[in-house]
Each structure stands twice: as C-alpha cells, then as structure tokens.
C-alpha cells in the first residue's frame, strides 16, 4: 500500500484460492487508534478483510481524523483532504487485497461516524455496499455543498445513545432522517445509554454486517 496512513489489517480465516471477500473499513473517533474498534467484529472477523485506520493527527492519548472549528463544524480543508485520503485507500486496498469490490463496507464510531456519512455520500451505493454509524452528525457544509452520489437503497445501521452528552442524541436524528430522505435504507437504533457502543448495539452491528454480507 503507498497509502500514508498507519492501519491494521485481519485478513479471512483460511482464504480459498482466487475468491473475493467483503471488506470492512474502520474508522475511530477523536482521541483513538487503530486498535479500538476491530473488536467489533470478533464474530465475522473470519469472513472478510478487515482494515482499521488511524487519523494522522495526534490528538491525545490518541489520533484524530480532522480537527474542528466549533462544536459540530470541522476545519473543511482538513476535512475535505482526508475525505479524499481514505477514497485514495479504499481504492487501493481493493486492487490489493482479495477484496469483492461489490461488497465493501464502513463502520465508524463518533468522529469516524462524521466520516462514514459522509464518505456514504462520496460514494453512493455504486462503490459501497453498506454503513454503519455510531453515535455521529453529518457536517452542514457537505449537506448543503458537496456533490453527492446515490444512495437509494444503500443499507445502513445508525444508532446514537439518548444520554450522549459528547454528540447531541438528536444529531442522530437528523442523520436518520437525511439518509431516509435520500432513499438510504436505513435501520436507526436509539439506546438508553451515552457516547460508546453497548453490548446491544454490538450485536446489532454483527447482524448487520450478516445480513448484508
């Protein structure tokens, strides 16, 4: 991979000879690594690649993707730029890895949530085959100015804690309902909890990723 970022990657358990597998691109929230989210997917780890990405910035004790100019407003050249970055990845690790172009997936967490919205947008139900989406918002500037591919009928899990004081629960809402609005097909799961991922909302992602595979 030329790609300038740090990422893990867990290929499938005991791959068949010149076969394609799904793949998962990971994406971490504020603050995180590489190493926080992979544990996700304990249970499908065996069917499919796995890439974990890190941002680039040092944001402590972790990483960060992009940085942000107010509460809910990312820098828009930083974030622009590692929108581009992680398409450049998925890109590349499809012609690299043994990977089913026609099923490849995201799943970010917070920050990470930010950029699987909007990289669902970036590439539409043409290149992705599914999302999910922890306990994340979708920034104004792409709603109103970026140009966006279909998602009609794109499979998506989006779910946000009621008691989320880091992103507001509405938040969650309003992606909800955005992504309807464009004819995603859209799963949305509110929990009675805060801003992390709860043993309920692990087995939803599982089922999703399942059903979708």
């Known amino acids: 991979m030329k790609s300038p970022f740090t990422f893990d990657y867990s290929a499938p358990k005991n791959p ?6 799904p793949a998962v691109f990971l994406l971490h929230g504020m603050g995180s690594n590489e190493k926080d989210l992979p544990g996700l997917l ?3 780890q065996d069917d ?3 890439f974990s990405l890190q941002g680039p910035i040092l944001q ?3 990483y960060a993707f992009f940085t942000v100019e107010e509460f809910g407003k990312p820098h828009r050249n ?3 730029q590692i929108i ?3 398409k450049d990845f998925i890109e590349e690790a499809i012609h690299e890895y043994p990977i089913d172009a026609t099923k490849t997936f995201l799943l970010g967490f917070s920050q990470g949530a930010v950029l699987t919205q909007t990289l669902s947008l970036v590439l539409g139900t043409e290149k992705l085959a599914g999302a999910v989406v922890l306990s994340g918002y979708l920034p104004g ?3 109103e100015e970026y140009s966006k591919r279909s998602v009609e009928q794109l499979p998506m899990l ?3 804690g009621k008691m989320d004081y880091v992103l507001p629960y509405q938040w969650g809402e309003d992606s909800k309902d955005f992504f309807k609005e464009e004819k995603a097909n859209v799963t949305f799961m509110a929990f009675e909890d805060g801003h992390g991922v709860t043993p309920e909302v692990q087995r939803e992602i599982i089922q999703f990723f399942k059903t979708n595979f």
């Not at 068949?16 to 597998?21: P, S, T, V, W």
């Open 16 to 21: 068949e000879q010149g076969k394609l597998y």
């Open 60 to 62: 402590a004790p972790g």
């Open 42 to 44: 304990t249970d499908i």
């Open 48 to 50: 499919c690649n796995i």
């Open 84 to 86: 581009l970055h992680i």
């Open 158 to 160: 989006i779910t946000h």
């Open 78 to 80: 930083v974030f622009d």
């Open 141 to 143: 500037h792409v709603k």
